[in-house]
């Protein structure tokens, strides 16, 4: 952010914002863009993942609505998976790389993601 102008206190408690301020008042841990809340893909976490004044805007974190599944999966998602099919793919079978190599983006990212999850991955 480059703006001169003064920021609002964002400081626990602060009686000095207003709702719009509130509103905007988010900067995407990812990217580090100005991004509004009702576009924040933390929104509805409870407990809230970062920090006050930080969010993961909707090209970072993922838009649930997006037809393409690398938006929908959002750019950290798809650079955390793009990192890690390479050193999957050596491991598996010459039949089961195949296949793998041959299904979808979005098949691939879920067979990434549960690796990680049962903690096969990380």
């Not at 863009?33 to 993961?56: C, F, K, M, S």
């Amino acid at each position: 952010m480059t703006s001169s102008a003064p920021r609002p206190d964002t400081s626990r408690g602060s009686a000095r914002m207003t709702d719009a301020e509130r509103e905007n008042d988010l900067v995407c841990s990812c990217c580090g863009r100005a991004t509004a809340q009702a576009e924040n893909v933390w929104r509805h976490e409870v407990p809230y993942p970062g920090d006050l004044g930080t969010g993961l805007c909707l090209e970072c974190g993922g838009d649930p609505d997006a037809k393409d599944p690398r938006k929908r999966l959002g750019h950290a998602v798809c650079t955390f998976v793009d990192a890690r099919i390479p050193l999957i793919t050596p491991l598996l079978s010459e039949e089961h790389r195949r296949d793998f190599l041959s299904r979808d983006y979005e098949w691939q990212a879920n067979f990434v993601l549960r690796c990680v999850e049962k903690g096969h991955l990380r």
